[in-house]
Antibody, heavy 127, light 107 residues
Framework: DVQLVESGGGLVQPGRSLRLSCTGSGFMFGDYVMNWFRQTPTMGLEWLGFIRNKAYGGAIDLAPSVEDRFSISRDDSKNVAYLQLSSLRADDTAVYYC??????????????????WGQGTPVTVSS | DIQMTQSPSSLSASVGDRVNITCRASRNIGRFLNWYQQKLGTAPNVLIYAASNLRSAVPSRFSGSGSGTDFTLTISSLQPEDFATYYCQQSYTTPYTFGLGTKVEIK
């Protein structure tokens, strides 16, 4: 079965950094684009960015709202994607999820959707 | 960024009711629209992708329609397990964006 498990969340002080991990199993991890999201009661679901698979050079696309503070990497030998968070602020407090991208071509275009998600890891930024 | 506006933000319905949730994009997104269901304390789960394609194992009472800027998720006969929050999401361009959700509650 496909499974994604996030880890690394917790309580962190403002201005500090944190690295979240997303470990996949049950599928060819290296073949997939991996995404990161976060969710808060006030802001809802926010896509943070993705990292492409090796076939597409492992390119990264980050949301403008976080591109100056967050980064994404992957280690396909370990089936892990990472989200590096830096200069953390109180409004980064959220549940962070990773998810896999699948593509549908029934319309003639590649429609991306997120077919498997992790359970989420909470991050609290507070002094 | 493309803004996704869902309505209503919440609704109360009874088991067996037909429910429609609408989603409007701030610009034309073709059929690059997905719908997710999220239950409390769990991650979102995709129901519909590319506007109208039902994900495998999702009950046929769920359906999606629309293109361009206006989309609808329909639950033809609401079941007890359908009480949840539903989100639309555009994958036309990054940053991918979600609606704020529609919470479906028991009447």
């Amino acid at each position: 079965d496909v499974q994604l498990v996030e880890s690394g969340g917790g309580l962190v002080q403002p201005g500090r950094s944190l690295r979240l991990s997303c470990t996949g199993s049950g599928f060819m991890f290296g073949d997939y684009v991996m995404n990161w999201f976060r969710q808060t009661p006030t802001m809802g679901l926010e896509w943070l960015g993705f990292i492409r698979n090796k076939a597409y050079g492992g390119a990264i696309d980050l949301a403008p709202s976080v591109e100056d503070r967050f980064s994404i990497s992957r280690d396909d030998s370990k089936n892990v994607a990472y989200l590096q968070l830096s200069s953390l602020r109180a409004d980064d407090t959220a549940v962070y999820y990773c998810a896999r991208t699948s593509y549908d071509t029934s319309t003639g275009y590649h429609t991306a959707y997120f077919d498997f998600w992790g359970q989420g890891t909470p991050v609290t930024v507070s002094s | 960024d493309i803004q996704m506006t869902q309505s209503p933000s919440s609704l109360s319905a009874s088991v067996g009711d037909r429910v429609n949730i609408t989603c409007r994009a701030s610009r034309n997104i073709g059929r690059f629209l997905n719908w997710y269901q999220q239950k409390l304390g769990t991650a979102p789960n995709v129901l519909i992708y590319a506007a109208s394609n039902l994900r495998s194992a999702v009950p046929s009472r769920f359906s999606g329609s629309g293109s361009g800027t206006d989309f609808t998720l329909t639950i033809s006969s609401l079941q007890p397990e359908d009480f949840a929050t539903y989100y639309c999401q555009q994958s036309y361009t990054t940053p991918y964006t979600f609606g704020l959700g529609t919470k479906v509650e028991i009447k």
